[in-house]
């Protein structure tokens, strides 16, 4: 930046909106080091009480300030414009948010990938997945108010709410009362590579954490086992496919 810049009162007009997304960008690592850290000092299970009770604070804190700020009305805790939106502008939204979500993965995937092997990427994706996965099924039972041990229809509500779901095509296929085996039939990720004529990507690693981590989160009951992923050979109709029991 120029040596004119002293302080932020000699920023320009574009230089100053530059520094108010950094400063967005800020807050959400900060808030992301003190989850950790609260994780790393008091487990899991404290960590995310704690985080239940500061995200609703700040979220509370934060959108106050930025409504009047920007000129727009809260109702409800929620956007006005988002409530003004019709319902297909607000499923594009959701859909924009989670592919944003997958090019950030893969973003952060490359930028390791690059530098340091393609071995230490898939050693960070995986570690990461055994974080991210029981998280977002905590995320998931909290929005949708599911009790501490839903089951498997509750299992099967969830995976419906997952970013996954937002951007991928999935189904499930009932074995019986106590067990059910769910399917990726499209999935963003291997549907590009086959488009451009590579081979599936080697995910089963990732998805040997992410199911069923993410599963007994939603109830501790449940067992997960891989009916096949890649780099092992599926049919047509599906990337990888899991089994789900009591």
Known sequence: MSDRIESVKDLNQEETARLVLDMFHRIIIHHAFWFTEVRHQMGMEKALEMLKTAYGNSYNVQMNKLSKTLGFEMKDGIPAPMLNMSKESL???LNTVAVNWLANDGLWF??????????????CNDSCWAHFSPFEAWAIKNFLGLPEN???????????FRLYATINVQSVVDEGPDCFVFQMNECRVQSARKRKGLDDYPCKSAGLVEYPYFATAIDKRIK???????????????????????
Do not use: S
């Open 224 to 246: 997960t086992e891989c009916v096949g992923c890649p780099p092992d050979k599926h049919p047509d109709d599906w990337y990888c496919a899991w089994r789900f029991r009591i």
């Open 110 to 123: 490359q930028a390791v990938e690059f530098t340091q092997g393609m071995v230490d990427a898939k050693r």
């Open 150 to 160: 839903p089951g498997l229809e509750g299992l099967k509500k969830a995976l419906n």
């Open 91 to 93: 499923h594009e939204l």
